[in-house]
Structure formats: C-alpha cells, structure tokens
C-alpha cells in the first residue's frame, strides 16, 4: 500500500542526499560491495575512534531507493557504537525482508523502508548499503 509520507522520505533522502562523496578521504577506511542482482555498488567509508562510528560516507554507482537507503543509514548509525550499529542494521534488514524485528530501535526514517518486501526486485537495493557496513564491520 502507498503511503506518501514515506515515500516522501525516501525521495527527500534521494533528491538531498546525506554524507555522499566521491573522494577518498583520509582517516577513512573504504570498504566496497558491488551485486551480481543489478551491478549497484556502493562505497562505504567509516571513520571509528576505538568501538565508536564517528563518521559514516559513501558513494554510490546505483539506483534511487539505494541512494536513499545509503544516506538514511549514514544519518542515523553514526556516534553509535559497532554494537549498537550492528543490532540496528539487523533490524533494518529483518524489517525490509519482512521477518520480526524491534520496531523501537527504528526511527520513523528508517521505517519508511518498511514496505519494500513489497517490490521484490528492490529489497536488494535498499539491502545494499546496510549489508556492505555490516560485512565490514563483522570483519
């Protein structure tokens, strides 16, 4: 079901999109993640002091809905801890793949994700970002 408010948000994250870059900067580490679904890759740099994420970038070769996802991700993860960052994205995943999660750990931003199980071909696309800071930082 169309819900505009949240459309509204993810359009708003797309057109003005948050921490987007297409320099390396120093005092970040770059880790990459490319789909074979569609060729979308995502860029992600992070910058931590001890457990803590200071800062999150990225830069993003893809499509609207993963630019959108990219940019909220880097809003609302940053000054969290790897832990903290690492249950959030479990339930941002659990939520856009339909699965039980803790919608009190979720804003209303990254709710608006929260339909996407609905457009199959597109849960990949939102997945991207998330799946690639989780990789790094479980590695």
């Keep these: ?6 459309h509204e948000i993810i359009m708003k994250h797309y057109h003005n999109p948050q921490n987007q870059t297409d320099v390396r900067l120093p005092g970040y ?10 060729g979308d890759k995502v860029i992600i740099q992070l910058k931590c002091d001890n457990n803590k994420i200071i800062d999150i970038k990225y830069e993003a070769n893809v499509c609207s809905i993963c ?8 809003v609302y993860l940053q000054h969290l801890t790897k832990t903290q960052a690492l249950n959030k994205i479990n339930h941002f995943m659990a939520m856009v793949q339909n699965q039980t999660y803790d919608s009190t750990l979720l804003n209303s931003d990254l709710k608006s994700f929260d339909i996407v199980y609905q ?3 597109k849960i990949n696309c939102v997945l991207l970002p998330w799946q690639t800071l989780q ?3 479980l590695g």
């Excluded at 079901?1 to 949240?6: P, S």
């Excluded at 630019?67 to 880097?74: H, I, L």
Aim: hydrophobic residues 45%.
């Design 119 to 121: 457009l199959p071909g």
């Design 135 to 137: 990789e790094f930082l």
């Design 67 to 74: 630019v959108a996802s990219a940019s909220v991700m880097s």
């Design 29 to 38: 580490i770059p880790f990459e993640k490319q789909t074979s679904y569609c």
């Design 1 to 6: 079901m169309f819900d505009a408010k949240k």
